[in-house]
């Protein structure tokens, strides 16, 4: 399932519990890809979840911008719930905190089961000064919803890092570029998924190791010595109809999308790299039967 599907019933669901357990009115809410490195909160509340039927699991996180902030929204809740707070974060503060979190996550979370992804999720932990770094798993999808308030501008912040399920380990893919960055960059991703990689550095290359190495996807660029891209992919289909291609290339004239298309080229990515649109695109090629 589309992850912005789920992500919209959390926006939705996570803005109705905050209104009703702290008597607030949520101004603004946003929800979006997270791409920075890091985030940082002196104060987060961190439940972790796994998907029962399928190998995903995640976090869903708190993150409060600053202590003045977070026992505002304490004190809020615990109003409604009728319990006064002192004039500092405490361990009531915190655990006050968890069930704002655990209500949303528990609302959410009966809303995806209605939309069939079921989770098993653990109870909420406290954690300070807590930092969000960019995720090894690079399965990994970052989001954040935003609330915000009317009180000095300032926004709550959860994050879902849902890791996508990984590929079948022993697929193979070949990787073709004349720069030895990309393709280390490439083949680094790939292998930490556990996927068997090979590299060429030019058409030519890529035509001879494609026939010995059987690859079920190869990774083309179109401008290289020796060989370009495009007749490279004529050679290899002459050998191998089937064989499946993706273009990450620096051009995109339209003479060259036109041809790839005709060679049945799957995808055709325009360099800068972008990681998550590349790791999409290679699996949802692999995933098609």
């Not at 791409?35 to 869903?60: C, H, M, T, W």
Request: include cysteine.
């Amino acid at each position: 399932m589309d992850n912005s599907i789920l992500v919209k019933s959390l926006t939705k669901c996570s803005k109705q519990v905050f209104e009703e357990m702290t008597a607030t009115e949520v101004i603004q809410v946003t929800a979006k890809r997270d791409q920075r490195f890091s985030d940082s909160f002196p104060v987060a509340q961190i439940i972790n979840y796994e998907e029962l039927e399928e190998p995903g699991k995640g976090q869903f996180i708190l993150g409060i911008s600053d202590i003045s902030m977070a026992l505002f929204v304490a004190a809020a809740v615990g109003q409604q719930m009728g319990i006064t707070l002192n004039n500092e974060f405490d361990e009531t503060a915190g655990d006050i905190l968890g069930e704002l979190l655990n209500t949303m996550v528990g609302r959410a979370t009966t809303e995806w089961d209605k939309l069939g992804i079921s989770v098993r999720f653990s109870p909420p932990t406290l954690v300070k000064n807590f930092v969000i770094e960019q995720a090894e798993n690079l399965y990994t999808e970052d989001y954040i919803i935003i609330l915000t308030m009317d009180v000095n501008h300032i926004a709550i912040r959860f994050s879902i890092s849902k890791n996508i399920k990984q590929l079948e380990d022993g697929k193979k893919v070949l990787v073709v570029d004349d720069s030895k960055i990309i393709r280390s960059i490439l083949a680094k991703t790939l292998k930490k998924i556990g996927f068997e990689v090979a590299e060429a550095a030019d058409g030519k290359e890529a035509v001879d190791i494609h026939s010995s190495f059987k690859p079920d996807l190869t990774i083309m660029d179109l401008v290289m010595p020796n060989l370009g891209g495009l007749d490279a992919i004529v050679n290899i289909q002459a050998h191998t109809p089937d064989a499946k291609f993706i273009i990450l290339t620096s051009t995109s004239r339209t003479d060259e999308v036109v041809t790839a298309s005709t060679l049945g080229v799957k995808k055709y990515l325009v360099k800068p790299l972008k990681m998550d649109q590349f790791m999409d695109a290679v699996r949802s090629i692999l995933e098609t039967k």
